[in-house]
């Protein structure tokens, strides 16, 4: 059987490592492998749809979804996951608890981003709403971030953006926004002590919100090129099947206490303190093992204004991918 040469953009991941080394094969499948940030592989899928399979925005995707435009079909392999409380860094001089952010200014490289979706949920379990603030869209370290994707914003919400000259880090920093909600850290962050995270210990934070309400929340998805699926309708198991067998590689990996595969101390103990908050499959693939995450991001984009409708998860994903032989 000739096996289909489709190019594979993903980031460089422990749990993506063995499906890039060829450890472990995607049936079916010869790659032509990119490791990218996610920037641009979001930004090359959404604007020209570049690749074959790849990693993609969970917000960007929700809104494609609603739309009925999405040129990718979703597979339920989580890519990316974070507690996004250690997203959110303020003027410390301003800013001492969720409530002092109300009517003051948010820079997000974004509006729609994911991280920033789950931070806007965070904030409105503590009485802050997104029209309670005033937004600044600009780039994180760079001039001129435009949205990956066309939105458009409830009239209730107000959004600005940076000025041509300014960067959202370089206006953290003089005090010209007040706080800043993105995926990575501005880089006036340790640098000027006037900024830091809004909670004082942003981990215990999450931790403590994750016993209350079982969420881990999901960044990225993957996803296949639909006019390929349709051709090719074994496609989607197939990427499935292989990114759980890539992330089990990863996990067995990081059990291995005869030398460290992570250059961290202490790694075998954070993966047990994680199993013990968490659960042994603390970073679960698969629909039905996410279902309450799911719904809650998919209602959170909603309220949001994201996405056009309520979408369900089961839109998101392919159904092969929904269950697996047994023996």
Same mark, same amino acid.
């Given at each position: 059987?000739?096996?289909?040469?489709?190019?594979?953009?993903?980031?460089?991941?422990?749990?993506?490592?063995?499906?890039?080394?060829?450890?472990?094969?995607?049936?079916?499948?010869?790659?032509?492998?990119?490791?990218?940030?996610?920037?641009?592989?979001? /930004?090359?899928? /959404?604007? $020209?749809?570049?690749?074959?399979?790849?990693?993609?925005?969970? $917000?960007?995707?929700?809104?494609?979804?609603?739309?009925?435009? $999405?040129?990718?079909?979703?597979?339920?392999?989580?890519?990316?996951?974070?507690?996004?409380?250690?997203?959110?860094?303020?003027?410390?001089?301003?800013?001492?608890?969720?409530?002092?952010?109300?009517?003051?200014?948010? =820079?997000?490289?974004?509006?729609?981003?994911?991280?920033?979706?789950?931070?806007?949920?965070?904030?409105?379990?503590?009485?802050?709403?997104?029209?309670?603030?005033?937004?600044?869209?600009?780039?994180?370290?760079?001039?001129?971030?435009?949205?990956?994707?066309?939105?458009?914003?409830? #009239? @209730?919400?107000?959004?600005?953006?940076?000025? =041509?000259?300014? #960067?959202? #880090?370089?206006?953290?920093?003089?005090?010209?926004?007040?706080?800043?909600?993105?995926?990575?850290?501005?880089?006036?962050?340790?640098?000027?002590?006037? *900024?830091?995270?809004?909670?004082?210990?942003?981990?215990?934070?999450? $931790?403590?919100?994750?016993?209350?309400?079982?969420?881990? !929340?999901?960044?990225?998805? *993957?996803?296949?090129?639909?006019?390929?699926?349709?051709?090719?309708?074994?496609? !989607?198991?197939?990427? /499935?099947?292989?990114?759980?067998?890539?992330?089990?590689?990863?996990?067995?990996?990081?059990?291995?206490?005869?030398?460290?595969? *992570?250059?961290?101390?202490?790694?075998?103990?954070?993966?047990?303190?994680?199993?013990?908050?968490?659960?042994?499959? /603390?970073?679960?693939?698969?629909?039905?093992?996410?279902? !309450?995450?799911?719904?809650?991001?998919?209602?959170?984009?909603?309220?949001?204004?994201? @996405?056009?409708?309520?979408?369900?998860?089961?839109?998101?994903?392919? !159904?092969?991918?929904?269950?697996?032989?047994?023996?």
């Amino acid at each position: 059987m000739t096996k289909l040469r489709l190019s594979l953009a993903v980031g460089n991941y422990d749990r993506t490592r063995a499906l890039v080394d060829g450890r472990v094969q995607i049936d079916g499948v010869d790659p032509v492998v990119h490791l990218l940030s996610p920037e641009e592989i979001f /930004f090359r899928a /959404f604007r $020209s749809e570049d690749f074959d399979i790849c990693e993609l925005s969970m $917000s960007s995707f929700t809104v494609k979804t609603a739309q009925g435009a $999405s040129p990718y079909v979703g597979i339920p392999a989580f890519l990316s996951r974070a507690f996004r409380h250690t997203s959110i860094v303020v003027r410390r001089d301003r800013i001492a608890a969720p409530a002092d952010l109300k009517g003051k200014r948010i =820079g997000v490289p974004e509006y729609q981003l994911t991280a920033c979706v789950w931070a806007r949920a965070i904030l409105a379990e503590q009485g802050v709403l997104p029209e309670d603030v005033i937004w600044v869209r600009g780039g994180l370290e760079e001039l001129g971030r435009p949205e990956k994707i066309t939105i458009s914003f409830p #009239s @209730s919400v107000k959004i600005e953006s940076a000025p =041509g000259d300014k #960067s959202l #880090s370089q206006m953290l920093a003089a005090g010209e926004i007040d706080a800043v909600i993105a995926p990575r850290l501005p880089s006036c962050f340790g640098a000027d002590a006037t *900024v830091g995270w809004l909670y004082d210990d942003p981990i215990a934070e999450a $931790s403590a919100w994750f016993e209350r309400t079982g969420i881990f !929340p999901i960044m990225h998805i *993957v996803g296949i090129r639909r006019a390929l699926v349709d051709e090719h309708p074994w496609l !989607p198991m197939s990427v /499935f099947k292989a990114l759980n067998s890539a992330k089990a590689v990863a996990l067995d990996e990081l059990t291995d206490t005869s030398a460290t595969k *992570v250059t961290l101390p202490f790694v075998e103990e954070q993966l047990a303190r994680a199993r013990a908050l968490m659960g042994r499959d /603390f970073w679960s693939y698969g629909l039905q093992e996410n279902l !309450p995450t799911l719904i809650a991001f998919l209602e959170a984009h909603h309220k949001q204004g994201l @996405s056009s409708r309520l979408v369900s998860p089961e839109e998101l994903f392919h !159904p092969s991918t929904f269950e697996a032989y047994k023996i």
